[in-house]
């Protein structure tokens, strides 16, 4: 038997797995798709991020972001990251610096879709794999979270995103962030001749329908080709009751997720990732879901509060304006998201 079955290879799964390596633990992860994985993202990793991937040795291959850009037609705010850089990267990149890492310390990854689990008083056993823990690092919609049934009813606003690729050079070392009525669209930079196009909005409409409503935008990718296919995920808020059904833990997108507007995803489930490999360690797996309110409540807190503005029809489109008019309240808020 062994110590941890971490179900998905993302993010969230490799960082746990590779905590849990780190802390002694016997760990395995089950990832059906083959590497490198790719997923719908604006593949801009916040500064805390880019820490906790150096705090277990992952230094994926990027261009450094100084901050984030918001601009409307009329308006347009800058803020800066105070405390170190972000990183553009694509997914594949990071995917490849994460497994790397994990193949470094010997962490078996079994290319196996966890279908199903059945729950013991001291194990759990799931793709015919025993062992003390299981992780669900399986995403947004984790089938692990349904079959423990931790998910709560849908959400009232349902909001999608897609992205694509343009291969062209960067023209910012900010994450820009336009607005639009109804939907958001995120350009990073992420190598030196690629940039990243994520849409945010309601409804699961297309990319180039999206675009369409940011004309400024759709000016400048014009002249570029797209590289790639689209990559689309949603819908994007998944609330979960809680996160510890005895030996089953959640972590990352699958322990609960709200939406992709403050761009710190990623970041949160490195931080998650490390909690929850403490709490395995020192064998409290009750403790998690005290510590994954601890290590995520920041975060939630400032993209509800985003959403909440972003969902008035008449405190939205002030959203830009005020960023440019009180560019020092604009700047703490990037900064407590880029360090959340
Ligand atoms: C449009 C969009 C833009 C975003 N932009 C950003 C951004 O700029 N910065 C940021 O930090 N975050 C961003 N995010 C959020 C970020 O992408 C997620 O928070 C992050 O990918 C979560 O990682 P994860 O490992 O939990 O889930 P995932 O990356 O979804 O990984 C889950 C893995 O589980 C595997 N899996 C699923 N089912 C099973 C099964 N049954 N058995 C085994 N394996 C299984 C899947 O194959 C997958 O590899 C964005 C999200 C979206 C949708």
């Known amino acids: 038997m062994i110590d941890v079955l971490v179900v998905g290879g993302g993010p969230a799964g490799l960082a746990t797995a590779i905590r849990c390596a780190q802390a002694g633990l016997h760990v395995t992860v089950a990832e059906p798709r083959a590497a490198p994985i790719d997923k719908a993202c604006g593949e801009g990793l916040m500064p805390a991020a880019v820490a906790r991937l150096r705090a277990i040795g992952v230094e994926p291959p990027g261009l450094p972001l100084r901050g984030i850009r918001y601009l409307d037609p009329g308006h347009r705010a800058d803020a800066h990251f105070r405390s170190g850089h972000g990183l553009g990267v694509r997914r594949t990149a990071l995917h490849t610096a994460l497994a790397q890492r994990a193949a470094a310390l010997a962490i078996p990854v079994l290319p196996v879709r966890v279908t199903g689990l059945v729950q013991h008083a001291d194990r759990v056993s799931a793709a015919g794999i025993e062992a003390r823990y299981l992780v669900a690092a399986d995403g947004l919609h984790s089938p692990i979270r349904r079959a423990c049934a931790l998910g709560a009813p849908p959400a009232r606003h349902r909001r999608f995103g897609v992205r694509r ?5 960067p023209w910012s070392d900010l994450v820009e962030v336009y607005w639009a009525p109804g939907a958001e669209a ?7 001749d690629l940039v990243g196009v ?5 409804g699961r409409g297309d990319f180039d329908t999206r675009l369409a409503g940011f004309p400024a935008l759709a000016q400048r990718l014009a002249l570029a080709e797209p590289s790639g296919g689209d990559r689309g995920a949603g819908p994007l808020r998944q609330d979960v009751r809680r996160r510890v059904c005895a030996n089953v833990l959640l972590v990352g997108d699958a322990a609960g997720y709200l939406d992709a507007l403050t761009g710190e995803g990623i970041s949160v489930a490195l931080a998650q990732a490390a909690a929850l490999a403490e709490c395995l360690r020192a064998g409290r797996a009750a403790d998690y879901e005290q510590a994954w309110r601890r290590v995520s409540r920041k975060s939630r807190l400032l993209t509800a509060g985003l959403l909440w503005f972003r969902h008035r029809r008449v405190l939205a489109p002030r959203i830009v304006p005020a960023a440019q008019t009180l560019p020092w309240l604009f700047t703490s808020i990037v900064n407590q998201v880029a360090g959340a």
């Open 198 to 202: 994520a849409m945010l909005g309601a």
């Open 186 to 192: 995120y350009v990073t930079p992420v190598a030196d």
């Open 165 to 169: 690729h343009y291969r062209m050079a």
